[in-house]
């Protein structure tokens, strides 16, 4: 079958594309943002506090973050505690950050320049 490999596999671009998927959403982006500088697992509590969100809402992020295997989480007691699945995560957040300052900076700049522009008739 075109598209896939051999025995069925998902070819990585494919695997990719659903881990943006489980990425492409504020809320987790928030979620992941907290974990990345906490000192070691989170507990919900933490995290609910911290993003605002309805405790239902944040159960159905972190269900698919940890779907998708960007979150783990631990049991301890009647609380549940969060961490980053693997440390190169932070490194995406950082990267993804620096992708959209660069690019922010040069909507800016073609901005500046539009303004600097002379006036033209009809405006």
């Not at 989480?73 to 620096?98: C, F, T």
Request: proline share 6%.
């Amino acid at each position: 079958m075109q598209g896939f490999l051999a025995g069925g596999e998902r070819p990585l671009y494919e695997i990719k594309a659903n881990l943006f998927k489980a990425l492409a959403h504020p809320a987790r982006i928030r979620v992941l943002e907290i974990l990345s500088v906490a000192d070691g697992p989170a507990p919900v509590s933490d995290i609910l506090e911290q993003t605002g969100l309805e405790a239902t809402l944040l159960s159905q992020h972190l269900a698919v973050l940890k779907r998708h295997r960007v979150v783990e989480a631990q049991r301890v007691g009647n609380a549940v505690y969060y961490q980053l699945a693997h440390p190169k995560i932070s490194e995406l957040l950082v990267i993804a950050r620096a992708f959209l300052a660069d690019t922010l900076a040069a909507s800016r700049e073609q901005i500046d320049a539009l303004s600097s522009l002379p006036p033209v008739a009809g405006s």
